[in-house]
């Protein structure tokens, strides 16, 4: 073949797999191929009909068809199905899977050496081999299918590596080498197999250290099971290992990073399916909890998270309607994606959510949709929360908070307690040093709160629209209050100002409005707060720039103001020194002020439009 058809000959296998489902299939030595999707590999199809092959067979590494190489990278699906006259397989190394039913029903089949390259065995795919008495496989497969090796009555050795993780139901039923095991738990490799025999009542099993997977079914619906450890080694169990064992009660998970088997479709496929757990035990070693590891365990009522989990799957306790206290200890978890993959998702019983002393970071949407808890403590260890973390949690009515110092919210809506209007009481530690950006953001329901003299800063939108706050008294500590701060608490007339040296932030947007230039220039902090009484504490020298200045809006060619009318009288301590600029800018219903004579210095435009 030239250099031309080879080209026609790759172009037509491309066209064929871009038009048809059909793959393009050749034979060579009596073994039919078909090319694979990348139009570079081949699986071993079968055999031309009416011409099975017998005796010893030795699959090629490639095969050469039309002047190209082809390696061989499969057996397919039921390949060499009803082989009887087959006695011996070699497999090369360039096979990577040996798929469902390749050799099922080879009767006269006696030894397979599976090579280190197959890291998959599909299901059924030496069923019936009867005439098998040794499998090796090699150190790569990590996946045996269901029933595999099933009813290979005359297989009496098996040896099976670590890489294995996977055995599928009924992988070695039928077996000698499987009915020659003595009762209890049959472990193959480091998969533990099967329970067999009779389990007695009251029975604990702890899986060995080392273990590295379940297989499905492997202590189903055994009666006697009441308790089971999960070792740290696990990395994986399969659909129904424990499912109707009906008094299991208690599980130890010590598990580090293990996934489990479970179709949301299909329910009974869980693990657990039909288990009353009543106690869930994870282990201070637990890194990460899988999806959907406890759902539905209607008994459990508590569980404690500890610290060393990173990561938890999917509505990992969706389900658990009678879970009313949870303890979490998790350091450093990663966000959850979405509050309808929240591990607690709507698990309204919650009564009770303690975040552990040494926690860092609570997650996004870690109690969203909790509406039966009415309380929450926020540690001082804490120094960032996840967006909507309490979102909807619409019974919560009183907050603790002792985060030292934890982040800003980048924007009110991912703020945690965002607009919870039942909440009523907000009680910080006195160890608080900074009140992040929108934290009370929208509580209406607040009426009162107490800022405790080590906080230094108050951040952006910290209370804005908090409209049930009357009175504020801002600590002597306090150097810097953001802009917005306490923007829209309607009903705030008080304020005592206690700080000696603090910075109010100020807001300047430039922008266009029917091609004018637009300008605002005005302090957020106390904006459309009805402020009637201003009193300054005995030992506050400086009055800071822009305390009370108001709204100043200019755009079209006209001005607009928007006054302080509220605060009609002033009286400043005899220990204040300094006036900052514009600190009563536009407040235009002040009709009393009294300045000791102990202030030396008044800024610019203090008084400016107090008309």
């Not at 017998?54 to 190489?69: H, N, R």
């Not at 306790?317 to 979405?338: E, I, Y």
């Amino acid at each position: 073949m030239n250099t031309f058809h080879k080209i026609l000959f790759v172009l037509a296998i491309f066209i064929a797999n871009c038009i048809s489902a059909s793959a393009i299939e050749f034979t060579v030595d009596g073994v039919r191929y078909s090319v694979n999707n990348d139009n570079k590999t081949v699986t071993v199809a079968g055999y031309p009909s009416g011409s099975k092959p017998t005796g010893d067979l030795t699959i090629p590494e490639s095969v050469t068809f039309g002047g190209i190489s082809f390696p061989v990278t499969s057996i397919g699906r039921s390949a060499f199905s009803g082989c009887s006259g087959l006695t011996s397989v070699t497999i090369p190394n360039s096979v990577t899977s040996i798929d469902t039913y390749a050799f099922v029903g080879c009767y006269g089949l006696t030894s397979v050496i599976i090579p280190n390259s197959v890291t998959s065995i599909g299901a059924w795919a030496f069923e019936y081999c009867k005439g098998l008495t040794s499998v090796t496989i090699g150190n790569s497969v990590t996946k045996i299918g269901s029933s595999a090796f099933y009813n290979c009555s005359g297989l009496t050795s098996v040896t099976i590596p670590n890489s294995v993780t996977s055995i599928g139901y009924d992988a070695f039923s039928g077996t000698a080498w499987y009915n020659n095991q003595p009762d209890g738990l049959v472990y193959a490799g480091r998969v533990a197999y099967k329970y067999k025999g009779t389990m007695p009542s009251g029975t604990c099993i702890v899986l060995k250290e080392g273990t590295i997977g379940i297989t499905e079914s492997a202590f189903s619906g055994y009666s006697g099971l009441t308790s089971v450890t999960i070792p740290s080694s696990v990395k994986y169990i399969g659909s129904k290992a424990f499912s109707s064992s009906n008094e299991l009660t208690e599980v130890v998970w010590n598990a580090k990073s293990c996934n489990i088997a479970y179709d949301s479709y299909s329910e009974s496929s869980h693990p657990f399916y039909s288990c009353p757990i009543i106690k869930l035990i994870v282990g201070d070693e637990v890194q990460q909890i899988p999806s959907y590891l406890m759902y539905k365990q209607i008994f459990l009522t508590s569980v404690t998270i500890p610290g060393s989990v990173t990561s938890i799957g999917d509505r990992a306790f969706s389900g658990c309607t009678n879970l009313t206290s949870v303890v979490w200890n998790a350091k450093n978890c990663s966000d959850f994606s979405s509050s309808s993959l929240a591990p607690f998702k709507d698990l309204t019983n919650i009564k009770t959510f303690e975040v552990g002393s040494e926690v860092e970071r609570i997650p996004a949407y870690l109690c969203s949709g909790l509406t039966g808890l009415t309380s929450v403590t926020i540690p001082n260890s804490v120094t960032s929360i996840g967006r909507y973390a309490f979102s909807d949690c619409t019974g919560l009515n009183s907050v603790t908070w002792n985060a030292k110092n934890c982040n800003d919210f980048s924007y009110s809506n991912y703020a945690p307690f965002n607009s919870l209007t039942n909440i009523k009481s907000f009680e910080f530690g006195n160890e608080v040093e900074k009140i992040p950006a929108d934290l009370c953001y929208g509580l209406t329901g607040l009426t009162s709160v107490t800022i405790p003299n080590s906080v230094t800063k108050i951040g952006d939108a910290a209370f804005y629209g908090c409209s049930g706050l009357t009175s504020v008294t801002i600590p002597n500590s306090v150097t810097s209050i953001g802009a917005w701060a306490f923007e829209g608490c309607s009903g705030l007339k008080t304020l005592i100002w206690n700080a000696e040296n603090c910075n109010i932030k100020t807001y300047k947007k430039c922008y266009y409005v029917n091609h004018y230039e637009c300008y605002i220039i005005y302090n957020a902090s106390f904006f459309k707060c009805p402020i009637e009484t201003l009193i300054f504490g005995n030992e506050v020298k400086t009055i800071p720039s822009h305390l009370m200045s108001i709204d100043y809006y200019e755009g079209n060619g006209t001005s607009y103001y928007i006054s302080n009318k509220t605060l009609t009288a002033v009286t400043i301590g005899n220990s204040v020194t300094s006036i900052g600029d514009e600190a009563f800018y536009n407040c235009t219903g002040l009709t009393s002020v009294t300045i000791p004579n102990s202030v030396t210095s008044i800024g610019y435009d203090a008084f400016y439009y107090c008309i």
